[in-house]
């Protein structure tokens, strides 16, 4: 009989073990899927950044097509007219702008200009 309560205390302690470990792992498991959930939201959040960033950059990739073929279209008086209300640096800084453009169009294509396009307006 000894023998017996013996081996009943040392399962039931064994079985209490078990259960504290399940509860533990069970409570864990919870976090996990809490955490989770708060992963899947900011993945959802940041695919959707990255939807509108890719949808504004084809926008801003025509917008700037469309404003190199108007400036490649422009003579010096047709420009001079367009940034003629804007400050003496301001208009330097687009004419720098428009002259690298020149410069790196010419070594990507061997293109040329007309004389038609700016020539360096200051």
């Known amino acids: 009989m000894k023998e017996f309560k ?23 498991i919870d976090r996990l899927k809490i955490r989770l959930k708060v992963t899947n939201k900011k993945l959802n959040t940041s695919k959707q950044q990255i939807t509108r960033m890719k949808r504004y950059a084809q926008e801003v990739a025509v917008t700037i097509d469309n404003l190199k073929e108007e400036i490649s279209n422009l003579t010096a008086n047709q420009l001079e007219e367009k940034i003629k209300h804007l400050s003496h640096g301001e208009r330097v800084i687009i004419n720098t702008f428009i002259q690298k453009g020149r410069v790196e169009l010419q070594s990507k294509s061997g293109w040329q200009p007309s004389m038609t396009v700016v020539e360096g307006i200051y």
Request: aromatic share 4%; glycine share 0%.
């Open 6 to 28: 013996r081996l009943l205390r040392e399962k039931d302690k064994q079985l209490r073990s078990v259960m504290r470990h399940q509860a533990k792992s069970t409570r864990y």
